[in-house]
């Protein structure tokens, strides 16, 4: 239910956006309140959460969409009543179009999809050190609970070059259920007071770097097992 509500209030904030200001690289039907991207880009997911690119949202009673090379990812369709939602999820680094017609009207997004890339030189998490090498093949990083657990720890990441670092984070548990937190990185980017609680696995915190060449995010997850 709680996911169902995040869901609506998210879609809700989408539609306030459509009716206000349609960006620049999106195509729009004012009748149908329909609102599709003309470009959306994103990295292959390795074993942190899977990314979930918007390719469109609409209110208009019938929608078919298609995309060309289902190898590089699968298209995502929710229907909540008021507002239906399209939207991407990466499986292998490529290009593709996708197709979404509403009404009679066609509209195309183009693809962008790029292999995954490590943004980290190194991590420091309390008085431990960790080297970026052990992100090199993959986009999740397993430390154990059993040192970590009961304990509040501070954690700064030192990124590569080329790569802007988001100073936000979020945190959910190993069913994909979000935990509600207050952790934000200070001016200098140091994670303050990160927990690690709940049992072993249970704790999955996701970081977010973008690379300044293609503007596009990578998402980096700590697990505690």
């Known amino acids: 239910m709680k996911r169902t509500l995040k869901k609506i209030v998210a879609l809700v904030a989408v539609f306030v956006m459509l009716i206000t200001a349609i960006p620049v690289s ?31 949202t609409t209110q208009a009673k019938k929608i078919s969409y298609k995309v060309a090379n289902p190898k ?20 292998s680094a490529g290009k593709t179009v996708i197709t979404t017609k ?3 009207k066609t509209f195309k997004t183009n693809v962008t999809v790029y292999k995954y890339n490590n943004p980290i030189s190194s991590i420091k998490i309390g008085n431990t050190a960790v080297s970026g ?21 501070n954690l700064i990441f030192n990124v590569k070059k080329g790569w802007n670092y988001i100073w936000s984070m979020d945190l959910k548990d190993k069913k994909g259920n979000y935990i509600s937190n207050n952790i934000k990185a200070d001016d200098n980017g140091l994670f303050k007071n990160l927990e690690v609680k709940g049992g072993k696995g249970n704790y999955i915190y996701n970081f977010w770097f973008t690379n300044s060449k293609n503007h596009v995010t990578e998402t980096i997850s700590i697990v505690f097992k």
């Open 26 to 56: 999106a195509a729009s039907d004012a009748a149908t309140h329909t609102w599709v991207a003309d470009s959306i880009k994103g990295y292959v997911s390795i074993k942190s959460q899977k990314i979930s690119l918007d390719v469109a």
């Open 133 to 153: 090498s052990k992100l090199a093949k993959t986009d999740r990083l397993y430390l154990s609970y059993d040192k970590y657990v009961g304990k509040k720890l």
């Open 72 to 91: 590089i990812g699968k298209l995502v369709y929710e229907d909540i009543g008021f507002m239906k939602s399209l939207s991407f999820v990466p499986k």
């Open 102 to 104: 509403v009404g009679n």
